[in-house]
């Protein structure tokens, strides 16, 4: 299936392996058709971490969820259902091309001094933490974590939601003096802002390659 880059000239191909070139520039934009014929955008965020060449987030929110049925934080992300969510209901729906591709993550995090890991192996797709997109506000949850060079302003923060215009979106980092919390963006970009684990915003994920 024929898919689109903008690197900043805009071109098609074919093949994922062009996204793993490590000539790739920072910002560089690419849009996949989903098995479901959604065609969503990925900014190229951020460049050589975790075993990755190019570490990709989606541009705009892809739909709306909680981060827990549920008032808790209690096993922080890795116990979450939004990671739930993208690995039932979203990861289905990446082309299987570009899921060989993808570098799984072990995401690892320090929730109240307790280190928490996935029960259920790694992940091929991911909410971004506060310290992935916000250098000046590094949270203690998150462990190893590195900062996204994309993410350098309030303006590099803004999403959408389709059709309500720019919206809150969530990260995946637990609110460290809450047991109920976890961090988002807000609608201007802002951050830090937390909120209970209930409250709907935008799906915003992330992949290595």
Known sequence: ???????????????????????????????????????????????????????FVIADCYGEHYMNRMLTNKGGYN????????????????????????????????????????????????????????????????????HFDFFDTEKSRVKELDPHGTWPWWLRSATASSTTGFEFVISNGGIPGSSVAVGAYGVCFGFCI
């Open 79 to 146: 116990e979450s259902d939004m990671r739930r969510h993208l690995r039932e209901d979203i990861l289905p729906l990446i082309p299987d091309d570009l899921k060989k591709l993808i570098i799984p993550r072990t995401i690892i995090q320090n929730i109240n001094g307790e280190i928490v890991k996935p029960k259920n192996g790694p992940d091929l797709i991911w909410l971004p933490s506060i310290t992935e997109v916000d250098a000046e506000y590094p949270s203690s949850v998150d462990v190893d974590d590195v």
């Open 1 to 55: 299936m024929t898919q689109t880059i903008t690197t900043p000239v805009t071109h098609k191909f074919n093949s994922f392996e062009v996204l793993r070139d490590s000539a790739l520039p920072l910002r560089t934009k690419v849009a996949i058709t989903l098995t479901n014929n959604d065609v969503i955008a990925f900014d190229l965020v951020h460049k050589h971490a975790y075993g990755a060449t190019n570490i």
